[in-house]
């Protein structure tokens, strides 16, 4: 379970790191089509009709890119607020676990030291311990599967 935390860790940064750099593509963007705009009116106060076509086509391509970077850039912060929340969760069952193992160990301990019939009862209770934390496992592990896929998309 540390290792999924640890990994859960690493992908929370790498998808900081993506939303840093699609900020500083949006903002080159935008730059961008300043510029296109600014070069289209002042070749219009010349009258270059060519320059003024030119630069309306690079305007609106810079639109579109600019478009397509603000959506990406939504998309990745609620990609992020997702990761953040799993490996929350992650922390808060590793942090449970760590907690309840001196309990579970002494429970185990008065077991091997032959206690009998609280043995039949602190066996029942280690099984559902050990089935509780495999499925809190199990889920934190698809979760993290489910992070991995995303993040080879991107």
């Known amino acids: 379970m540390r290792e999924a935390v640890v990994d859960a860790k690493v992908a929370v940064a790498e998808i900081q790191e993506a939303i840093a750099r699609t900020e500083r593509e949006l903002a080159l963007e ?7 705009e600014r070069r289209g009116r002042l070749a219009g106060e010349i009258q270059d009709q060519e320059t003024v076509a030119v630069a309306e086509r690079f305007a609106a391509k810079h639109r579109e890119r600019l478009g397509v970077l603000e959506r990406k850039l939504v ?3 609620e990609e992020l607020a997702l990761a953040q929340r799993e490996l929350d969760e992650m922390q808060a069952q590793l942090k449970s676990a760590e907690r309840e193992r001196p309990m579970m160990e002494a429970r185990r301990s008065a077991q091997e030291a032959g206690d009998g019939a609280a043995g039949v009862d602190l066996q029942d209770e280690l099984l559902k311990s050990d089935m ?23």
Do not use: I, N, S, V
């Open 75 to 77: 998309a990745q912060r």
């Open 132 to 154: 509780d934390r495999a499925a809190r496992e199990a889920a934190a592990a698809r979760q993290l599967e489910e992070l991995k896929k995303k993040m080879r998309k991107d």
């Open 30 to 36: 935008r730059q961008r089509l300043a510029d296109a």
